[in-house]
């Protein structure tokens, strides 16, 4: 039974990763969802960020997440205010599906955290996997890609800790600035090496 921490800079593909990763037959269990499911509407989640940035965050009965992003990634202090709300959630959430996951006999689960090194998580973890792009791609995916403004998406990026610093903290780097099918070929080298397979 190993837990496996994979993560990656914004935009860097980390996405496409993990959806391999479930093809191979890893369980995967995302933070990212996780930090939907914490504050939907009715969750303690959602009553504390409206707390503590008020009901103008709110459009038509849920948290407008583009919008108290765009608060968040231009605020340091904002940011360090929501992430004391979200991320103890988020942590409880995903400890309790990795715990169902080993319940129901999962040799290797996977959770997909972006914040990983940010947040000190390192240690939970067999081993880290990091899906690296160059910083200039991670812009070029944002912008492009997901349509967000430059500047925006620089402070999106700037907001995490560099990319290169977390590629030499991993245990295991998967070079995402290729095709989808050099990315494949990466992912299942490891996989193989992970499972024994």
């Known amino acids: 039974m190993k837990l496996i921490g994979l993560t990656g800079g914004v935009g860097s593909g980390k996405s496409t990763v993990a959806e391999i990763l479930r093809e191979l037959g890893a369980t995967v269990i995302d933070a990212d969802e996780a930090a939907h499911a ?4 009715g969750t303690p989640g959602f009553d504390a960020v409206v707390r503590e940035f008020g009901s103008g965050f709110v459009r038509e009965g849920v948290i407008d997440r583009r919008l108290l992003g765009g608060l968040v990634f231009a605020d340091e202090e904002a940011r360090q205010r929501l992430n004391a709300i979200v991320h ?6 995903m400890a309790h599906r990795t715990l169902e996951a080993f319940d129901r006999g999962a040799e290797i689960v996977v959770q997909d955290v972006p914040l990983l090194y940010e947040s000190g998580l390192e ?6 996997v990091l899906v690296w792009t160059p910083p200039e791609l991670q812009l070029e995916r944002l912008v492009r890609g997901r349509g967000v403004p430059a500047e925006r998406a620089r402070a999106m990026i700037a907001a995490q800790m560099p990319i290169d610093e977390k590629r030499m903290r991993s245990h295991h780097v998967i070079d995402n600035s290729g095709t989808v099918e050099e990315t494949r070929r990466q992912v299942e080298e490891m996989w193989a090496q992970m499972s024994g397979r």
């Open 88 to 93: 103890p959630l988020v942590r409880d959430w």
């Open 38 to 41: 914490v504050y939907e509407p």
């Open 123 to 128: 240690g939970l973890f067999s081993s880290v």
